[in-house]
């Protein structure tokens, strides 16, 4: 089983600045990541996949990158909507993995 | 608009039986490999078991293989997930979650979940 470790587990950011969130792969999975973002009380939501593929309706402001066992989901502008926890996800081997999640958080 | 609506969830005994159901709308059911996924209280996604489209293939966690069956019907537009032998650790919210294409693991359409709590 692929072993998927988020860093770091919680990012205190204010409106407007720039988030990264890591992802880590025990072992390569190519570009199949997908990450999810989930709010409290909600189901996750597809955000990204391929790695850097935003999915539809996800704005302009969440890019990702990487590939084979290092990964990072950036939000270049933090709005008052995007504090969640993020989650990364492996679909390259089965069965499919997520990580522990990022809680981004208001400073 | 695309909906994935799940329900069965609910208060068990250890070593009892739950079945879980999830109704698909506004999308061709048949053409997309279902999943279901599970939090437990406070932690992390735990990926439970697919289904093909057709249901020529299944493939479960090791956490529930053997206890967990994985079925649809697509003249109805259902999934199943039958959970036997139940344990404490099975308490969690279960998602049913639709692949974005043939089997490829990306999850782009989630219902809001039903609970289910293994206690004595």
């Known amino acids: 089983e692929i072993v998927m470790t988020q860093s770091p587990a919680t990012l205190s950011a204010s409106p407007g600045e720039r988030a990264t969130l890591s992802c880590r792969a025990s072992q390569s999975v190519r570009n199949n990541l997908g990450w999810y973002q989930q709010k409290p009380g909600q189901a996750p939501r597809l955000l990204m996949y391929g790695a850097s593929t935003r999915a539809a309706g996800v704005p302009a402001r969440f890019s990702g990158s990487g590939s084979g066992t290092e990964f990072t989901l950036t939000i270049s502008s933090l709005q008052s909507e995007d504090f969640a926890v993020y989650y990364c996800q492996n679909y390259d081997h089965w069965p499919l993995t997520f990580g522990g999640g990022t809680k981004v958080e208001i400073k | 608009q695309v909906q994935l609506v799940e329900s069965g969830g609910g208060v068990v005994h250890p070593g009892r039986s739950l079945r879980l159901s999830c109704a698909a709308s506004?999308?061709?059911?048949?053409?997309?490999?279902m999943h279901w996924v599970r939090q437990a209280p406070g932690k992390g996604l735990e990926w439970v078991a697919v289904?093909?489209?057709?249901?020529?293939?299944?493939y479960y966690a090791d956490s529930v293989k053997g206890r967990f069956t994985i079925s649809r019907d697509n003249s109805n537009n259902m999934v199943y997930l039958q959970m036997n032998s139940l344990r404490v650790e099975d308490t969690a919210v279960y998602y049913c979650?639709?692949?974005?294409?043939?089997?490829?693991?990306?999850?782009?359409?989630w219902g809001k979940g039903t609970a289910v709590t293994v206690s004595s």
């Open positions: 979650a639709r692949d974005i294409i043939y089997a490829s693991g990306t999850l782009d359409v």
């Open positions: 506004e999308f061709t059911f048949s053409g997309y490999a």
């Open positions: 289904i093909w489209h057709d249901g020529s293939n299944k």
